[in-house]
């Protein structure tokens, strides 16, 4: 018996936008006290109308074109028709028939292609809260502007779906598309699961099942994994298999990691979507569109060619830094005055994303002067490696002044005193020195430590090690 | 009385702004009682509204009435239905804050949600027709009409969506102005038929009604549909030269004698004035009303999903055992040709029907508006009948709705593809008036009213 | 030629408009609807196979709103024209 997972992903993300997708009332709602951005269009009073925001196309054209869609010069909005107290108009202003963005697809680390069907504008619901007795909603959050992206369904592992929705999440927050906080709710996953099932020579499909509402890359691969068990285990116990108006919804139980049953497909899902009759058809000009792909300065797969190519970082690095805008920014623009770019880039990788992930702290709050100056002065061997990246915490998390601190560090230019100093150290570490001339040449690090630390730091241990060794070939192995 | 003739008065001080509103509210209350015209009276509103008010446009101080479907913040707006009994509108819509310092004198009656065609599906009683109280003053716009005809008002704002101004201002003997879609801005008109929907005057003569649309029109960023025109002043009726004017063909039965009299007789004055006429035999126009009877429902099924009980109107307020239970409990207080018009829309958007009805109704508006304008390009204006009869008797048609939908027959047609249409009296008949309805191209209402205003003048009256 | 439609078909339109129906007005309803339905059938016959189903009533293009925050002048929002409220929040009991 063979089992394949096909998963297919609705991904939906919050465009960045200051106000809603139909009226001006801020999109900003995080936090906020309950309704407080509202006006008669997103409350769905009787009487309001909708107007387009302009930043939400603008990003849509960008999201577009970074994944590699077709933007439409002529799309609609529709309405889609079911009521449900989060949704205020009792409809949801969305693109049905005639998406935005259609036919993109990303390129998986594998080769990979994945197709992309459609991406479209739709307009948010309330946000409800339920308790036993009764149902909260807040409509601050009623009508921002979210993008739906609706992969083909070509995902064959939970491994390849978050790839997918990973390289979708990158490439959206580099060309600030959206911000994707999946803990604000910006990025939600519907995924569509089923199996393909080859035994005894026949092919046999289960019935899709579609989880709704997966807040995080996590409970998106624990669920298609829950799901392709799940599913496994009913087809061998009643060999059900896909048909017509079987394919079923289910929650996710973060909890327990498990799906639930939610509804039958077929039970209410007449939406009767029609155009949106106030507003007319969203016709493009090629300059408008021209305009919103230009104020995209870089997409992530031209900036990631370009540190490999034109920096000749290794393909890891290059990936690490793409995964943030603001970390190939604070690339480009440290390296506009620091030309060791591979030594430049290790250090941001490894030192100053270490020290940002461990802080929780932003790499546009780093001073770019601190760590050109560093990797200046142990390139000119005024502080040794290590005093550096001392330094450079210290800078970050104590603020600290970094010209001050290699001051202090810098590598004693007093050669006597570290020949002196050498000597007084083999003198009292005598044992020591047998131990080394016996072969065992791991407590030449002790010895070097003990001479770093009498001359406070401000010395090069790899200078320390080379004249320990000349000394004690000279001296002592005769 | 006149708009222009009050604003004399006013200007030359032989009135007060006091007096006027005392007057017209006291004739109000009286006449209400009798008529029906007002929903509610909006006393307390215009008095705090007026209080420290002076005169800055040809409509300050000049009572009006407003369709209570359009929301006037300060007001309850119930758009005719139970449903918004108590709602209390916490924004106005654009017409009305267009309008200025007018004297609101009552929100008008009007079939619940302008689903009607006689005011009589009003949830708050049936208005009667000033003229003669046994008829209907037509509808849905009836109180308006009812209330500019017994001179409660001196002009009256509507919402015309298949002939809601046009049919009541013929009924009741006025002057009704269906604007071109998208002059006037929607915003704050409870919604019917989106597409169709457009607000609409009526007065007592061309000149009055030239002077409301040149403060209601103009573009509004508030509503994607209103369209960037350049400003005019509809009172300078513009100098026609050459008119041609059409002349409507249209099938007889159902057609009651008097308005094909009237009809002729409005093509004998229009002959008189050198004007040429053309007849006009379109191939689509017979199937305005289907159409319209698929897509305007399909539109009102929709925008009816709003009502649910919990953000404003009536709420529910027993236990449920499931959120459907709940809807239909808020939704309950529907009068039946609501809940009818949500019904057929729903039907036809249905999965299964939705080509065959909408698709298909969708195609069929634009080969009527394809042959509109090519018939256009040969003709300035088209004239037909406003309503195929007169006011019929109160409770005639109320139980027969695809008889009553059949006196909107004329109208649609102008909603379907977004033209402008008048509606002037046409002939008398004892008390009662027939229509005469002229069709102008779109966004030419100046040369519209200009030849109504030519007609007004030389028609019998 | 017009006919009535059927009660069940009545109860399913009535379940998806989320509508109550009163059995007294049942019979009233299903001849009504099938009075409409069969005119509205009228453009059945019309040969459409050439025409755009893209219908605009108007030439209005998009009117694309500049992304700023607004507040209405005119608008307050009314609370008391909500079904109920907690703190902020609108309540509703529960109905899920």
Not at chain 3, 3 to 15: D, F, G, M, P
Request: hydrophobic content about 35%.
């Amino acid at each position: 018996m063979e089992i394949k997972t096909i998963v297919g992903l609705e991904i939906h993300v919050q465009l960045k936008t200051e106000t809603k997708m139909f009226c001006s009332c801020s999109a900003k709602y995080f936090e906020d006290d309950a309704n407080t951005h509202l006006c008669p269009v997103c409350l769905g009073l009787p009487g309001s109308l909708p107007v387009m925001n302009k930043s939400a196309i603008v990003q849509a054209i960008k999201a577009g074109k970074a994944l590699n869609f077709t933007i439409n010069l002529k799309s609609r909005f529709d309405r889609k028709n079911y009521m449900y107290p989060d949704l205020f108009k009792g409809y949801q202003i969305t693109q049905f028939e005639f998406p935005i963005d259609t036919d993109g697809h990303v390129v998986l680390s594998s080769g990979k292609r994945i197709n992309i069907y459609r991406a479209h504008i739709e307009e948010d619901t309330a946000k409800s809260i339920h308790d036993k007795e009764y149902t909260l909603l807040d409509g601050n959050k009623a009508g921002v502007p979210l993008l739906e992206i609706v992969s083909s369904p070509e995902l064959f592992s939970k491994e390849e779906a978050k790839e997918y929705a990973k390289k979708i999440y990158n490439t959206l927050r580099f060309i600030g598309v959206s911000d994707c906080d999946m803990e604000k709710g910006q990025m939600r996953f519907d995924v569509n699961v089923n199996l393909e099932i080859t035994k005894n020579g026949n092919l046999y499909k289960t019935p899709i099942c579609e989880v709704k509402n997966l807040n995080s890359f996590r409970s998106m691969e624990r669920a298609i994994e829950y799901e392709s068990k799940r599913q496994l285990d009913e087809f061998e116990e009643n060999g059900i298999v896909l048909a017509k108006g079987n394919k079923t919804t289910r929650g996710w139980n973060d909890n327990l990691s498990k799906t639930f049953f939610q509804r039958d497909k077929e039970e209410s899902d007449d939406y009767r979507y029609f155009p949106e009759p106030d507003l007319p058809p969203l016709i493009l000009s090629e300059a408008f569109i021209k305009d919103a792909i230009s104020s995209i300065d870089i997409l992530p797969t031209d900036a990631y060619n370009s540190l490999i190519n034109k920096y000749s970082l290794s393909k890891d690095i290059a990936e690490l830094i793409i995964e943030e805008r603001d970390y190939y920014d604070f690339f480009m623009s440290t390296s506009l005055k620091y030309k060791n770019y591979i030594n430049l880039s290790n250090w941001i990788t490894t030192e100053i994303l270490g020290i940002i992930k461990e802080h929780s702290l932003n790499i546009s709050d780093i001073d770019k002067y601190t760590l050109i100056k560093i990797l200046e002065s142990i390139d000119k061997k005024i502080i040794s490696v290590s005093s550096g990246k001392e330094i450079l915490r210290s800078v970050i998390l104590d603020k600290t002044n970094v010209d001050i601190l290699i001051e202090k560090n810098s590598i004693s230019s007093d050669s006597g005193k570290v020949d002196s100093i050498i000597n007084k150290v083999l003198v009292s570490h005598k044992d020591t020195v047998e131990k080394y001339l016996e072969g065992k040449e791991g407590v030449l690090g002790f010895l070097i430590g003990q001479v770093v630390r009498e001359m406070d730091g401000r010395v090069d241990p790899k200078d320390v090690r080379e004249k320990i060794l000349v000394v004690i070939n000279k001296i002592y192995k005769n | 009385m006149s708009i222009s003739s009050l604003v004399k008065d006013l200007r030359d001080k032989r009135i007060s702004s006091e007096e006027i509103l005392d007057t017209y509210f006291k004739k109000a209350y009286i006449e209400n009682k009798e008529l029906n015209c007002f929903i509610s009276i909006s006393e307390e509103y215009t008095r705090k509204k007026l209080a420290n008010s002076k005169i800055e446009s040809e409509l300050s101080f000049i009572p009006g009435v407003i369709k209570d479907n359009i929301n006037v913040k300060g007001t309850i707006s119930t758009a005719g239905s139970k449903v918004l009994e108590n709602y209390r509108s916490p924004y106005t819509a654009t017409v009305v804050k267009n309008l200025g310092n007018f004297a609101l004198i009552g929100k008008g009656n009007m079939d619940s949600f302008a689903f009607g065609s006689s005011t009589e599906n009003s949830g708050f009683g049936v208005t009667k027709n000033p003229l003669d109280k046994n008829k209907v003053p037509g509808g849905s716009s009836g109180g308006v009409a009812a209330a500019v005809a017994s001179d409660l008002v001196l002009f009256g704002i509507g919402t015309d969506t298949g002939g809601s101004v046009r049919q009541p201002a013929a009924f009741c003997g006025l002057v009704g102005l269906k604007p071109t879609y998208g002059l006037c801005s929607r915003f704050g008109l409870i919604a019917m038929g989106s597409s169709f929907d457009v607000p609409g005057i009526i007065t007592k003569n061309v000149t009055d009604c030239s002077i409301v649309l040149n403060s209601i029109a103009g573009f509004d960023s508030n509503d994607s549909t209103s369209i960037k025109v350049a400003k005019k002043d509809y009172t300078k009726f513009p100098k026609l030269d050459n008119v041609k004017v059409g002349v409507m063909k249209f099938p007889q039965d159902g057609v009651s004698r008097e308005v094909l009299d009237s009809f002729d007789s409005s093509i004998d004055t229009l002959k008189k004035m050198n004007v040429e006429l053309i007849d006009i035999d379109f191939k689509y126009i017979n199937y305005s009303l289907a159409v319209y009877y698929i897509l305007v429902p399909a539109e009102i099924s929709s925008n009816m999903s709003r009502y649910d009980g919990i953000r404003f109107g009536d709420h529910p307020k027993g236990g449920y055992s499931s959120i459907s239970d709940f809807y239909k409990d808020a939704r309950d207080k529907f009068e039946d040709e609501v809940k009818r018009r949500i019904m057929i829309g729903t039907y036809t958007l249905s999965q299964g029907y939705f080509d065959a009805y909408y698709n298909k109704a969708t195609q069929v508006r634009n080969l009527i508006k394809m042959e509109f304008s090519d018939v256009f390009k040969d003709i300035d204006f088209l004239i037909s009948p406003t309503t195929p009869t007169l006011p019929f008797d109160i409770g005639k048609k109320i139980n027969d709705p695809l008889e009553m939908y059949l006196s909107d027959i004329f109208t649609v047609t102008a909603n379907l593809i977004g033209y402008p249409a008048i509606s002037i009296p046409n002939k008398k008949f004892g008390n009662l008036y027939s229509g005469l309805q002229i069709f102008g191209r779109p966004f030419e209402e100046d040369r519209l009213l200009s030849l109504s205003y030519l007609i007004e003048s030389k028609l019998w009256r | 030629m017009s006919k009535k439609i059927s009660e069940e078909e009545l109860s399913k339109i009535a379940n998806l408009s989320k509508l109550k129906l009163d059995s007294s007005k049942i019979d009233e309803f299903s001849q009504s609807l099938g009075d409409i339905l069969s005119y509205i059938s009228s453009i059945e016959d019309i040969d459409v196979s050439e025409i755009d189903k893209f219908f605009q009533v108007n030439d209005s293009s998009n009117i694309l709103r500049e992304d700023e925050e607004k507040k209405s002048s005119d608008f307050s929002l009314d609370t008391s024209n909500f079904i109920d409220t907690k703190d902020k929040y609108i309540k509703v009991k529960k109905i899920l």
